[in-house]
């Protein structure tokens, strides 16, 4: 019998917590079998990624995944063989009360937050508390052997890379979305938050010596760019012409199709988690926009990714990224980052494609669990 499976999401804010949680879903149903339940309770910003999805259903079937609304006001089920409480959210005390009343008790997992930073690689796996006798286990996604890996979809790498070396691929799918920039321009995305270093990136861009087309999703930096171009609105379908840079504001896209809109780009900024993750997929020079914590201990993880990450460039190439990745998520001054990064851009980008060989010849996060499932049984 196939194991059941149950993922609360709780969406927090933006599109970091459905955006993994979709994911897992889907592969969990597609490469291993399962019986998926995910209880989601914001399908608004579910619809965002997943468009067929109707928001005033309290259960619909999306991709051979059982998705439910997570009530406010929580109706009881039978609980699931492993339950998934992703990203620390707290499950409805009947359903705790459900697991604690099954005659197996269920594998409970808390999935984590995606760190680069050494503790996490001793904590994954480790018992958490426990409920009436049903243990809860962390456990962490990361980049390391010893971590529960990052999510990546079976094929995914072999069919970036079918992409990439597929110009017209490239071309019509970007002309499906309104883009024809110049042959010899960089394309570049820009997924972030508000940014108060973006108008000095955007100043180099425009005063650079090569054309730069500058793709940017609906989403929160765009008042920012929208400052700096000094218009009165910036809404998807813009474009505008600053010296050598064109910046085109695009609809928020639907997942998977994001996938290839970075994998069309030559750099991508993303931030949070799951765009940050797919950007390391598309093998290609990127700059991460972490997402920002109390006591600023988002930046211990972001340099604990740097030291990862930068291992094996040589050490100007590895200043230049860590000087731009860290101007970026100070706010700071880009030009000077940015004109030092194009000095080493041949070895930053072949170092992009080694690192996501690397990363993809671990075991990813979906196989890692049911692993570790089979395991505990
Ligand atoms: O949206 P994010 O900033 O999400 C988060 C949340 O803030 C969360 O609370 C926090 O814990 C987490 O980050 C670390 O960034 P993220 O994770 O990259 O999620 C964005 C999702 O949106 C991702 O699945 C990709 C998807 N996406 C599209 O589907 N289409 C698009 O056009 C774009 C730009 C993104």
């Given at each position: 019998?196939?194991?059941s499976?149950?993922?609360?999401?709780?969406?927090?804010?933006?599109?970091?917590?459905?955006?993994?949680?979709?994911?897992?879903?889907?592969?969990?149903?597609?490469?291993h079998r399962?019986?998926?339940?995910?209880?989601?309770?914001?399908?608004?910003?579910?619809?965002?990624?997943?468009?067929?999805?109707?928001?005033?259903?309290?259960?619909?079937?999306?991709?051979?995944?059982?998705?439910?609304?997570?009530?406010?006001?929580?109706?009881?089920?039978?609980?699931?063989d492993?339950?998934?409480?992703?990203?620390?959210?707290?499950?409805?005390?009947?359903?705790m009360?459900?697991?604690?009343?099954?005659?197996?008790?269920?594998?409970?997992?808390?999935?984590?937050y995606?760190?680069?930073?050494?503790?996490?690689?001793?904590?994954?796996?480790?018992?958490?508390?426990?409920?009436?006798?049903?243990?809860?286990?962390?456990?962490?996604?990361?980049?390391?052997?010893g971590?529960?890996?990052?999510?990546?979809?079976?094929?995914?790498?072999?069919?970036?890379?079918?992409?990439?070396?597929?110009?017209l691929?490239?071309?019509?799918?970007?002309?499906g979305?309104?883009?024809?920039?110049?042959?010899?321009?960089?394309?570049?995305?820009l997924f972030?938050?508000?940014?108060?270093?973006?108008?000095?990136?955007?100043?180099?861009?425009a005063?650079?010596?090569?054309?730069?087309?500058?793709?940017?999703p609906?989403?929160?930096?765009?008042?920012?760019?929208?400052?700096?171009?000094?218009?009165?609105?910036?809404?998807a379908?813009?474009?505008?012409?600053?010296?050598?840079?064109?910046?085109?504001?695009?609809?928020?896209?639907?997942?998977?199709?994001?996938?290839?809109?970075?994998?069309?780009?030559?750099?991508?900024?993303?931030?949070?988690?799951?765009?940050?993750?797919?950007?390391?997929?598309?093998?290609?020079?990127?700059?991460w926009?972490?997402y920002?914590?109390?006591?600023?201990?988002?930046?211990?993880?972001?340099?604990?990714?740097?030291?990862?990450?930068?291992q094996?460039?040589?050490?100007?190439?590895?200043?230049?990224?860590?000087?731009?990745?860290?101007a970026?998520n100070?706010?700071?001054?880009m030009?000077?980052?940015w004109?030092?990064?194009l000095?080493?851009?041949?070895?930053?980008?072949?170092?992009?494609?080694?690192?996501?060989?690397?990363?993809?010849s671990?075991?990813?996060?979906?196989?890692?669990?049911?692993?570790?499932?089979?395991?505990?049984?």
């Amino acid at each position: 019998m196939k194991a059941s499976w149950d993922i609360f999401c709780s969406v927090v804010d933006n599109y970091g917590d459905i955006g993994v949680t979709w994911r897992l879903a889907r592969q969990l149903v597609a490469e291993h079998r399962c019986a998926v339940r995910l209880w989601v309770d914001d399908l608004r910003a579910f619809e965002r990624l997943c468009p067929p999805i109707d928001v005033a259903l309290p259960q619909q079937w999306q991709e051979g995944v059982d998705v439910r609304h997570w009530p406010a006001e929580w109706s009881p089920v039978a609980a699931a063989d492993v339950v998934i409480a992703a990203f620390a959210c707290q499950l409805p005390p009947a359903y705790m009360e459900a697991m604690a009343e099954r005659e197996r008790a269920p594998l409970w997992l808390n999935l984590d937050y995606l760190s680069a930073e050494a503790w996490v690689t001793g904590c994954h796996g480790l018992p958490s508390v426990k409920f009436k006798g049903v243990q809860k286990y962390f456990f962490f996604p990361g980049f390391q052997a010893g971590t529960g890996g990052l999510l990546r979809e079976a094929g995914l790498l072999e069919r970036r890379r079918a992409f990439q070396q597929d110009p017209l691929a490239r071309k019509g799918f970007l002309a499906g979305l309104g883009v024809f920039a110049a042959p010899d321009a960089r394309l570049m995305s820009l997924f972030a938050y508000e940014n108060a270093g973006l108008a000095s990136w955007l100043e180099a861009l425009a005063a650079d010596s090569r054309a730069t087309h500058l793709l940017v999703p609906e989403g929160r930096i765009l008042g920012d760019v929208q400052n700096w171009l000094g218009v009165e609105v910036l809404a998807a379908g813009a474009v505008q012409v600053r010296g050598a840079l064109t910046v085109q504001v695009l609809p928020f896209v639907r997942q998977e199709e994001y996938d290839q809109f970075l994998w069309s780009c030559d750099f991508n900024a993303v931030r949070g988690e799951d765009s940050f993750v797919r950007a390391q997929w598309a093998g290609r020079p990127m700059l991460w926009h972490i997402y920002q914590q109390d006591e600023d201990i988002h930046l211990d993880k972001l340099d604990a990714f740097l030291e990862l990450y930068t291992q094996g460039l040589s050490p100007e190439a590895k200043a230049a990224l860590i000087d731009l990745w860290r101007a970026w998520n100070a706010g700071g001054e880009m030009a000077q980052g940015w004109k030092k990064l194009l000095e080493h851009w041949p070895e930053v980008a072949a170092h992009a494609e080694k690192w996501c060989l690397e990363q993809g010849s671990q075991p990813d996060l979906a196989a890692a669990l049911v692993q570790f499932y089979l395991n505990w049984i």
